[in-house]
């Protein structure tokens, strides 16, 4: 019995005697299956060829990404906060090297993922480091490794420990979810950030953000689904963003960024719109 990790994806899933047939996340329309057709990895054959890096993104924070990338290629962030440590989303790979880096650094108190494309292998981690799991209910069809550690969580808004909070933002998924971090200092005082995987992604030029139902497949967001976010994320304060990918962050201010951003997109969407 073996728990095989889809190549596409980076998804983990349970432990079975064969391959299962098909990857959930990656024939769902937002990823896609290889043009090679689909292919497994296991995390033993996975160390053999791929190491992490760890390289901090911010003061207390540590973000933790695959080399040579795999699958998605997103870093995940160790979030060190004095009553715990949060993992803010996961990666495949995960090694003793690692595992003895991130107790050096107070271990992981839980884990909390943005949406399922990076629930990778969050139960190999939560196992490693007697963790906790938060995800939001509303993405509970998408787990594909089950775990008794695995707390669904509903509504709009949880709160962690140190003023931490999920934030369900909808939009790429049902159940996407942003975090606020109110003690992220940087260049001087605590003017909070969101990390936000991509719920709201950091684009290239890194002054702007973007949403899609699906990035791979260019399937845009409509009109509602911004607004809501938007109102959802109003009431919190925040001056970076912390996105899915090395150095995808917003490094100051973010929120006019994702206001600026959002009137750029619903011009883009309008049935009239300014580029058509
Ligand atoms: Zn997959
Ligand atoms: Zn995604």
Known sequence: MENLICIQCG???????????????????????????????????LVTDHHNRLEDEAPQLLGVGTEP???????????????????????????????AEVKARGGIRAIAISHPHFYSAMVEWADRFDAQIFLHSADRQWVMRKSPRIQFWEGTTFPLWDGLTL?????HFEGGTVLHWPAASRGGGSKG????????????????????????????????????????IEPFPFEQIYGAWWKANVLSDAKAAVTRSAERYLRAIAPIGNYG
């Not at 990338?69 to 690692?98: P, T, Y």
């Open 69 to 99: 990338e795999f699958a998605i290629g997103q870093r995940a962030l160790l979030l060190q906060s004095s009553s715990g440590n949060l993992l803010w989303d996961c990666i495949s790979l995960l090694d003793q090297k690692n595992i």
């Open 193 to 232: 950030a969101l990390l936000t995987g991509d719920i709201i992604t950091v684009v290239q030029d890194r002054r702007y953000i973007s949403f899609m139902r699906s990035y791979p497949n260019y399937i845009p967001l409509g009109a509602a689904a911004i607004h809501r976010i938007l109102e959802i």
């Open 11 to 45: 998804t983990q899933f349970d432990a079975t005697a064969t391959p299962p047939l098909r990857c959930t996340i990656c024939e769902d329309e937002r990823q896609f299956v290889h043009y090679g057709g689909q292919q497994w990895t296991t995390l033993g054959r």
């Open 167 to 171: 934030i369900n933002c909808g939009g």
